[in-house]
Antibody, heavy 121, light 108 residues
Framework: EVQLLESGGGLVRPGESLRLSCVASGFTFTSYAMSWVRQAPGKGLEWVSTVSGSGASTYYADSVTGRFTISRDSSKNTLYLQMNSLRAEDTAVYYC??????????????WGQGTLVTVSP | EIVMTQSPATLSVSPGERATLFCRASQSVSSNLAWYQQKPGQAPRLLIYGVSTRATAIPTRFSGSGSGTEFTLTISSLQSEDFAVYYCQQYNNWPPYTFGQGTKLEIK
């Protein structure tokens, strides 16, 4: 059974940093790209970032480029999102999502339960 | 960036009736279109990919159709558990992956 378990969310002040983690199980971690998708309170889904199965390729939404860094550790089956220079508009539930392939364009077949990030003075 | 537009924003339907949800892309996404269901407090769940292929364990009352820029999700004979928010997503031209703003399906 595929499971994705996020952690690391919390309340931070604008300009501060936070690192999210997502522990994956039930599938061969390195065989699939992984992504972060966020949802602001009462709003829709927004793709944030994707990392390829090998970790060699990363992609970011314009809204987070230069501030967020996605990475993965295959030895720990864990996906990360390092978030720096956080802004109020980054407030959202952050979901870890599994792609259906290693590299190319994809939909997301499994999602974690989400972790809430709140950026407020 | 491909903009996905869903309509209507809210759809009120009685249990047992059919619901039809629409998704339009600002340019062709070929058949690279997925649909998700999200219930309050839960993560999204994949329903449909490749326009019309149901994901694992998705009931046959859910069906998708369309091509290019116009897509439809149909739910025949609505059950109580189907009332939720539905999102379409394109994965043809990326980054970024883009989602529609969602359609809330509510009980009439």
């Amino acid at each position: 059974e595929v499971q994705l378990l996020e952690s690391g969310g919390g309340l931070v002040r604008p300009g501060e940093s936070l690192r999210l983690s997502c522990v994956a199980s039930g599938f061969t971690f390195t065989s699939y790209a992984m992504s972060w998708v966020r949802q602001a309170p009462g709003k829709g889904l927004e793709w944030v970032s994707t990392v390829s199965g090998s970790g060699a390729s990363t992609y970011y939404a314009d809204s987070v480029t230069g501030r967020f860094t996605i990475s993965r550790d295959s030895s720990k089956n864990t996906l990360y999102l390092q978030m720096n220079s956080l802004r109020a508009e980054d407030t959202a539930v952050y979901y870890c999502a599994k792609a259906v392939n290693r590299n190319s364009g994809t939909y997301f077949d499994y999602w974690g339960q989400g972790t809430l990030v709140t950026v407020s003075p | 960036e491909i903009v996905m537009t869903q309509s209507p924003a809210t759809l009120s339907v009685s249990p047992g009736e059919r619901a039809t949800l629409f998704c339009r892309a600002s340019q062709s996404v070929s058949s690279n279109l997925a649909w998700y269901q999200q219930k309050p407090g839960q993560a999204p769940r994949l329903l449909i990919y490749g326009v019309s292929t149901r994901a694992t364990a998705i009931p046959t009352r859910f069906s998708g159709s369309g091509s290019g820029t116009e897509f439809t999700l149909t739910i025949s004979s609505l059950q109580s558990e189907d009332f939720a928010v539905y999102y379409c997503q394109q994965y043809n031209n990326w980054p970024p992956y883009t989602f529609g703003q969602g359609t809330k399906l509510e009980i009439k």
